[in-house]
């Protein structure tokens, strides 16, 4: 979570390139397979909207805008919260399910476009957050563009899912020796990263593009980690 800084209008240094397994290239593979992307696509934990309310403060009469909403999983706490919501989402079969889901929210629209391009009124929002979905946007368009959309003082929250390896559990070391010897390839297995190897900035820049909001004119910038359990029965 950040700030917008009205002293600072710096642009960034360009960052270096990295293959991540989500380049922008695959961005609407998603919406040919929304059904099970809802589906299987966590949710979010409650204190996480908490935190981010508590913030940025109460929601009356602020507007907010959610960068690559799909189908909605992080949209409800804000409309509930009272924000007047625009979700700008680029595949438009995950945009007709975000429409249908909220439909008695008259506190809701729903765009569809690239957020690169959409064309949105400057110095306007009070919040943009996108929830594990900006990896997908160019971090040298998105974050100068985020800036400018929010109001001076407004707030800028991207949070996404990271997996934490249970490294010691017996259950989890099972698993893990089934996927040395069954993991499909020639892809590679994804690299173990501990809690605190999530804030170095090349773990930020695998998640989000860049590697600090500061080079974007960002201040009072945090980050929380919240854990959550899921569980999955064979089949699934």
């Not at 960052?15 to 589906?39: H, I, Q, S, T, W």
């Not at 559990?169 to 089934?178: A, G, N, P, T």
């Amino acid at each position: 979570m950040a700030i917008r800084d009205a002293a600072s209008e710096e642009e960034p240094e360009a960052n270096k390139k990295m293959v991540a397994g989500y380049e922008r290239e695959n961005r609407l593979n998603f919406n040919d397979n929304v059904a099970n992307y809802d589906r299987y696509r966590p949710d979010y934990p409650v204190e996480l909207f908490e935190d981010i309310f508590s913030y940025y403060g109460p929601a009356k009469n602020k507007k907010a805008l959610e960068v690559g909403a799909g189908t909605g999983k992080a949209s409800a706490p804000f409309l509930k919260a009272g924000y007047d919501l625009t979700a700008v989402e680029i595949g438009a079969n995950m945009a007709d399910v975000l429409r249908e889901r909220y439909k008695d929210y008259s506190n809701f629209e729903v765009i569809v476009a690239p957020f690169e391009d959409v064309l949105l009124k400057e110095d306007n929002y009070d919040l943009i957050y996108a929830a594990t979905a900006f990896h997908w946007i160019d971090a040298e368009v998105g974050c100068p563009k985020a800036f400018r959309l929010l109001k001076s003082g407004g707030g800028f929250a991207l949070f996404r899912y990271n997996n934490v390896p249970a490294d010691g559990e017996s259950y989890y070391e099972e698993i893990q020796e089934l996927y040395k010897k069954y993991y499909h390839k020639p892809y590679k297995r994804p690299i173990k990263v501990t809690r605190e190897g999530y804030r170095t900035p090349t773990q930020i820049y695998m998640g989000f593009r860049f590697e600090d909001m500061r080079a974007y004119g960002f201040t009072d910038i945090i980050m929380n980690f919240y854990d959550a359990e899921r569980t999955f029965d064979a089949k699934e």
